[in-house]
């Protein structure tokens, strides 16, 4: 299987914190993306980076990547009750167009 | 600009039947996806299409066949459900990197 793995499986924090999700994959990739489903709905893209980049930021959204250990993360900054739902990574191959998807981890967000 | 957009939304099939996912995207994409998800597995990809008359196997094609009849349109065909293939299904498409998902079909084979 080329499916990544995601750390933790789940997370429970308070309104206000930092929630932070780790992504591990196992081949060479042109980028990595993250995406949130909000529970019974699909997905939704979130953020993007490239094999070349390190860190990205979007509103209260940064990623890092580190393609020397094969690893992702995404922290969300002040989060919110509205930021509860599953976040997956997905890898882009260096051939080929097609994503593969982490197993995902359940944020859940304490007001 | 209705994006990604699947038919049907929920699906009961017997073992044996068999039947069509539809799915259709607006945005000009050249590519497509089909996925299934199942609790604790993550997305995994069944069929891929990188343009309109090409398609190509995923991590899980067996038992599933794809037509791309166009640019906008991809389904997934299923010949004989079987209980294993009980799971929720999205249809994904992308452009510049990006992918852009359906909102599924939950599909239950009794």
């Known amino acids: 299987s080329q499916q990544g793995e995601e750390d933790p499986q789940a997370l429970s924090i308070q309104e206000g914190e930092n929630a932070t999700m780790n992504c ?3 081949t060479s990739i042109n980028n990595l993306q993250w995406y949130r489903q909000n ?4 997905l939704v893209h979130l953020i993007l980076i490239r094999s070349n980049e390190r860190e990205k930021h979007s509103g209260r959204l940064r990623v890092t990547l580190d393609t020397s250990k094969k690893s992702s ?4 900054t002040a989060s919110r009750a509205a930021d509860t739902a599953s976040y997956f990574c997905a890898t882009v191959p260096n051939t080929g167009n097609q994503f593969y998807f982490g197993t995902g981890t359940s944020l859940t967000v304490i007001p | 600009n209705a994006g990604v957009t699947q038919t049907p939304k929920f699906q009961v099939l017997k073992t044996g039947q068999s039947m069509t996912l539809q799915c259709a995207q607006d945005m000009n994409h050249n590519s497509m996806y089909w996925y299934r998800q199942d609790p604790g597995m993550g997305l995994r990809l069944i069929y891929y299409s ?5 398609t190509d196997k995923g991590e899980v094609p067996n038992g599933y066949n794809v037509s791309r009849l166009n640019k ?3 389904s997934l065909r299923l010949e004989s459900a079987a209980p294993s293939q009980t799971s929720v299904y999205f249809c994904a498409s992308s452009g510049a990197g990006a992918g ?4 599924g079909t939950r599909l239950t084979v009794l």
């Not at chain 1, 993360?73 to 969300?76: D, F, H, Q, Y």
Request: glycine share 18%.
């Open chain 1, 24 to 26: 591990s994959y196992k």
């Open chain 1, 39 to 42: 529970s019974g709905r699909g």
């Open chain 1, 73 to 76: 993360s995404l922290l969300i």
């Open chain 2, 50 to 54: 990188a343009s309109e008359g090409t």
């Open chain 2, 72 to 74: 906008r349109e991809f």
């Open chain 2, 100 to 103: 852009f998902f359906g909102p």
